[in-house]
């Protein structure tokens, strides 16, 4: 797979996907953000892929929008079309089955600090400054609001997008932000283990459960519960579950077949 604006590598059942727009702190131009989008299709339709990591090129993850783009457009209707297409990356990260962790490092702001917060897991390099900046050049981060509130609660949420200010990667840690923080030289290697121990388990499982999962958190409690029941029958009936128990009452390791 090739594309303008960003790389792609697969290694085993872990792919890593690498915001490339280095001299721009990989601002999501309308091309980035169409290849980003494309590239997560294209994977999640790879039944050898079980993980993905999306990292950033250069000294940044994401400073959000490419606001170069503003000029292009005069109305409200095509503003509205460009926008869309800057957040359906976020879209397609809560539909896909597959594991999405972020890898940031340098700055992840506005549209950046967005993609942390829709992707699954997140792991931060120690120095990494996340914003939801978008106020301090008379725009709001409304899109990336939608995956942050699903993240922090309601008072973080909003300091975040009010304040336009930055954080630390510890304090978005703390905030939920964040599973990891770690040194920067080992930002990829920590993200690769939580892709490897990943693509370890069921795929079958764990893509089902992931979709369960977004499915649920907009239901109500009962709902959800019922939800629950029928998604995990319908596991109970894969050929990975006949597995996998085989696998742990013989005391061997299972064979997934993802099916």
């Given at each position: 797979?090739?594309?303008d ?6 290694d085993?059942h ?9 001299e ?11 290849d980003?989008?494309d ?25 959000g ?6 000029a ?36 992840a702001a506005?549209?950046?600090l ?10 931060l390099?120690e ?9 301090k ?16 609660t309601?008072?973080?949420?909003l ?21 990891r ?5 080992r ?18 499982a764990?893509q ?19 939800y ?20 742990f009452?013989?005391?061997?390791e ?6």
């Open positions: 797979m090739e594309y604006t960003i790389t792609v590598d697969a085993e872990v792919a890593t996907i690498t915001l490339n727009r280095p721009a702190m990989n601002t999501f131009s309308t091309q980035l953000a169409v980003l989008d590239a997560l299709e294209a994977l999640e339709a790879d039944d050898d892929v079980r993980a993905i990591v999306v990292a950033g090129a250069g000294d940044a993850f994401s400073a929008i490419d606001v170069s783009e503003h292009d457009y005069d109305t409200k209707a095509e503003y509205e079309r460009w926008v869309a297409r800057m957040e359906e990356p976020f879209r397609t990260l809560v539909s896909m089955g597959t594991p999405v962790i972020a890898a940031a490092h340098g700055h506005a549209n950046g967005g993609l942390v917060a829709a992707c699954d897991l997140a792991v390099a120095g990494t400054k996340l914003g939801a900046t978008a106020p050049v008379g725009l709001f981060c409304m899109g990336p609001a939608v995956p942050i509130m699903n993240s922090v309601e008072k973080r949420c300091e975040l997008l009010l304040t336009g200010e930055l954080v630390d990667a510890e304090t978005a840690l703390e905030w939920g932000l964040a599973n923080v770690v040194p920067e030289d930002l990829q290697e920590t993200a690769r283990e939580l892709a490897d121990t990943i693509a370890t388990k069921s795929p079958t764990v089902l459960g992931k979709r369960a999962y977004y499915e649920m958190a907009d239901m109500e409690y009962e709902e959800a519960l019922e629950s029941n029928e998604r995990f029958a319908a596991l109970c009936t894969t050929d990975d579950a006949a597995e996998g128990i085989d696998a009452l013989d005391g061997r299972p064979e997934w077949s993802g099916q």
